[in-house]
């Protein structure tokens, strides 16, 4: 299935083929202030599942919580950060979820980041609920799955 992402405005856009490897949301306090929400919601394409990408993006680069890099491209004209790679997933292009505009996009089972969560919000206790990043741990001892490199919250 084939899914474009778009910005407020449309001019910057990107396409993906396939469901999304992950799909999570993010409590990070860069995702708080980007999208001047309570927290982001992002899916994870390989690379090669990204088809097209069209208008010129703005590149803003910083340090998640936990250290690691992160390229987020946002829309120069409207301001809508579109997709990201983040060193955390290599070879992953993450795309903010509410740029597909789709209400049966398929759902989070992530929440990351608990520890900057905001106090009122709740993930259902099904979803892995994940407290920090280790960092620079997981990815040194080349864990298959740096998401899952933590224990998870409980419910
Ligand atoms: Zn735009
Ligand atoms: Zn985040």
Known sequence: ????????????QITTDGDPEITMAC???????RTGS???VVAYFERSK????RGEGRQFTHLSDSKRRLERTFCPHCGSTVHWQAELFPGMIGVAVGCFNEQDFPAPNIAA???SKLDWVEFPCDWMRLPEQ???????EGAEDPVAAREPVSC
């Open 38 to 40: 309570a927290f982001g």
């Open 27 to 33: 409590n990070c306090t860069n995702c708080q202030r």
């Open 134 to 140: 280790d960092p620079g741990q997981a990815l040194a």
């Open 1 to 12: 299935m084939t899914r474009t992402a778009q910005c407020s405005c449309g001019a910057l």
């Open 50 to 53: 990204v088809l097209a990408r």
């Open 113 to 115: 980041w608990h520890n």
